[in-house]
């Protein structure tokens, strides 16, 4: 392989992140995928991403077209289009979008490479570019044909169609609803969503989501849990319980490896299994944007959090905007952080603080002085509950929304 298509190729594989944000980002802008929510333009980033990574992958390795696989983020991104009822022909609409997109940046990359053999380089990589998109395309009609067959023949179908009609707040009788489901919707309700990471390619994922689900709300003291699919890495859930519900009960030990659940807070009635559906999908989005990976997040632990969440930048600048020096990603900082937390959590008391941490008082105070030093101010000063928010919002998300390490003017950290 000539070194300027080989390099090309390589820029290919370490762009296939950035390229795939950019793909998503402009057919949005242009309306190719037209009125479409978050969840459903992550879902396409992903499968760009792993697409682009394994033709870059297969082209360095120099193997046959004839070798591609749908890798699973694509498979998991059709089987969503599918149980969403969009029609192939957009799918594909928004496919040609990005091979074209694609197709002028690499161009780009290899014309910039300005050697005398560009033109020949250039058809015969089009011409292997052409061979896998086609192979490409083929696998995922036949996956989607498949798809769309097995899931409109299904029980499933009308479930989830009943689901989406009640969470949508479509008017639907509630006797008909709760026969179509087998289950009584007057009841109270506690809702569960389970989820495994899509990059985990396991030929038992589905049974793992649903051997974790039913654990968990067997745990909640629910025998037969409404269950339902949303694409091939999460399934929702929905146990009926009565009484007082522990739902402490559900512990790591009902999750299966690499499987992830959250619980919503018991509701009752239609509103209820409305709410407390919200409340789940909500932990789940918090914990999957903070990089967790506890087996079970419960909406009661997180709902403060989860209010001034919407937005990972915002919450990085709310986080330094409300903490200055003391929001800096270094190991001489973590303790003092932890310190103030515990020091307002205590009322200001020296002693508490100083007993919940095992420190000596002295030790408090020279670290409460120290974060006056960082924070230009004196602690009677600050803005109380901001500072205790932002402590709180970065002990759940961790160091992804510290500053870097100030740099000294030597241009190392200080």
Known sequence: MPEPLEKAIRWYLASAEELAERVVSDAHAEGVLGEVDDQRLDDWRRSLQSNLERMATLWLRGESPEEVVLPPQSVDYATRLV???????????????????????????????????????????????????????????????????????????????????????????????????????????????????????????????????????????????????????????????????????????????????????????????????????????????????????????????????SDIDRLRAFVTGSLGALAQADEGTEPLRATLLIYLDSGRSRTHTAARLGVHQNTVTYRLNRIQDLLAQSLDDIAAFEVHTALTILRYFGPQLLQPRAARSDGRPT
């Open 83 to 309: 149980h969403r009822g969009v029609p192939v022909e957009e799918a594909l609409r928004a496919s040609r979008f990005a091979l074209m997109y694609l197709w002028d940046r690499f161009a780009e990359v290899l014309i910039e490479s300005k050697d005398p053999d560009v033109d020949k380089m250039l058809r015969v990589w089009t011409r292997e570019y052409l061979l896998y998109v086609n192979r490409w395309t083929e696998s995922y009609l036949t996956y989607y044909s498949q798809e769309f067959s097995r899931w409109n023949r299904s029980a499933a179908t009308l479930r989830r169609a009943t689901v989406d009609a009640l969470l949508g707040e479509r008017r639907i009788a509630l006797d008909l609803a709760s026969h179509r489901l087998g289950y009584e919707l007057r009841r109270r309700h506690l809702a569960v969503v389970a989820w495994i990471d899509a990059s985990i390619q396991s030929s038992h994922a589905l049974q793992d989501l649903e051997t974790s689900v039913a654990k968990a709300t067997e745990a909640l003291g629910c025998a037969r849990p409404l269950v339902v699919s949303e694409g091939t890495n999460e399934l929702w859930a929905w146990a009926s319980v009565r009484g007082d519900v522990d739902e402490l009960a559900v512990t790591a030990d009902c999750v299966a490896s690499g499987v992830s659940l959250s619980l919503g807070r018991p509701r009752a009635g239609l509103e209820g299994f409305r709410t407390s559906h919200v409340q789940a999908s909500e932990a789940a989005r918090l914990a999957r944007m903070a990089g967790r990976t506890d087996p079970v997040t419960r909406y009661r632990d997180v709902e403060a959090i989860s209010l001034l969440s």
